[in-house]
């Protein structure tokens, strides 16, 4: 029997991403850089993190994202165990909803601006860009109706690319309207495309009927020819919801972030209303979007609420922003490596060198020694592959002297330091 290999469309984040197999290979210190900078940014803009479970009710997220929805209909992990039926959640904004309902997070007063890093789930087909297990980061400002709200919005998710240093995006914004807008929209665009009915895809086809929404992403060059005539969304929408995107759109250009209007962005989540917007990147190929989301003032009631909470917030693909930052040749760091390798010769001094281990780490040291007992020869050739820049020899010699050489590994220069003094040789050293 063959061994065991990661399902389709999930990967292992390694330690070392050279030695991964998978498609998407990004090393464990990468990504903790990534989710350090995305913390720095977030905390700048006063979010704070929530950390909601991986298994969610099934309910919560079809009545939130809409039982049309790709997502609902056909991508989600789902399963039922005695009389519950559980979910891995496809996103994360449903279930930071329900965490501000169940937990009367309203209470604490004010606006809540939570964020979250974590791990989805979709059952699509994997390709580049796309996976079965993959990670969002995002927000959800929850209690204000405030364009500015929507504003900031984009401006924190525009500022974390920023930090990344990708500037080479686009931000295309629309509106949804009120929850009247769209189904008049709905009745707009199933009136248009019904004549052209035997030219569409059977996809759309099954969409015209169920969700014409869903037509105005098609792919399908002859499907987008048909768009330039389309009805637009904006024409639908009530006046209150367009001064509304007016105001974002004038926020926007106050901290002078570039945006394109799109008429036919509408988001593939039913929860939407107002302000939605994605980011795309030209370097992702297929799998263009970068992030996206937008205003959620309905979502409350339909997962229970009495009265509704209005809401927006964002999420992004980490996969995604990791194609992109590779795309644009921003290094990330890579495997990491101790500051000091202790090389032993004989037992005794594989005891002595297993304590001073333990002192330099006590110290603060990154410390890392041979568990194998193995050849000098091998030992310095481990730590020359962990690239420790110092190792310290020690055999009977160094024991009876109580002091050893520390070689600088870039250099070959040994130095003899008595093994009192050796924390304070590895602090002046030691970058
Ligand atoms: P979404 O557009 O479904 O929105 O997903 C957000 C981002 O997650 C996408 O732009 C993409 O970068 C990433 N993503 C989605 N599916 C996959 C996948 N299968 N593989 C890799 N990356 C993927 C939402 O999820 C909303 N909850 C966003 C939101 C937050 N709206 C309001 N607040």
Known sequence: MSTFQTIKGTFDILPDPAM???????????????????????ARF???????????PTE????????????????????TRGDTNYVMRPEITAPVMRAYLQHHLDQRGGVQKLYYIGPCFRAEEPQKGRYRQFHQFGVEVIGSDDARADAETIAVMMAVYKAFG?????????????????????????????????????????????????????????E????????????????????????????????????????????GLDYYSRTAFELESPDLGAQSALGGGGRYDLLSVEVGSKK????????????RLFLALEANEVTLPGTPSPDVFLVALGDRARRRVFRMAQELRDAGFKVAL????????????EANRQNAPFTIIVGDNELEQAQAPVKNMETGEQTEVAFADLRNYLRDHVT
């Not at 041979?370 to 050739?381: E, N, T, V």
Request: glycine residues 4%; charged residues 25%; proline residues 4%.
């Open 166 to 222: 990708l500037t080479n995006t686009t931000l295309r914004l629309n509106t949804l309207g009120d929850a009247e807008s769209r189904p008049r929209y709905k009745a707009a665009l199933q009136a248009y495309f019904e004549p052209y009915r035997q030219d569409l895809s059977e996809t759309s086809r099954t969409r015209l009927d169920t969700n014409p929404l869903r037509i105005l992403d098609t792919k399908d060059e002859r």
């Open 308 to 319: 509704p909470v209005p809401a927006v917030g964002f999420a992004s693909g980490m996969e």
């Open 224 to 267: 987008r020819t048909l768009l330039a005539d389309a009805p637009h969304l904006i024409d639908f929408v009530d006046a209150e919801s367009r001064a509304h995107y007016e105001e974002v759109k004038q926020l926007l250009n106050d901290l002078g972030l570039v945006f394109v209007e799109d008429p036919f962005l509408v988001r």
């Open 370 to 381: 041979d568990l194998r007992g193995r050849s000098m020869k091998a030992q310095m050739r």
């Open 46 to 56: 006063n979010f704070s993190e929530v950390r909601t479970p991986i298994l969610e």
């Open 60 to 79: 919560l997220i079809a009545r939130g994202i809409g039982q049309l929805t790709d997502i609902v209909s056909k991508e989600m992990f789902a399963f």
């Open 20 to 42: 991964s197999s998978s498609a998407f290979a990004y090393g464990t210190a990468a990504w903790q850089h990534v989710e350090a900078t995305l913390r720095d940014v977030l």
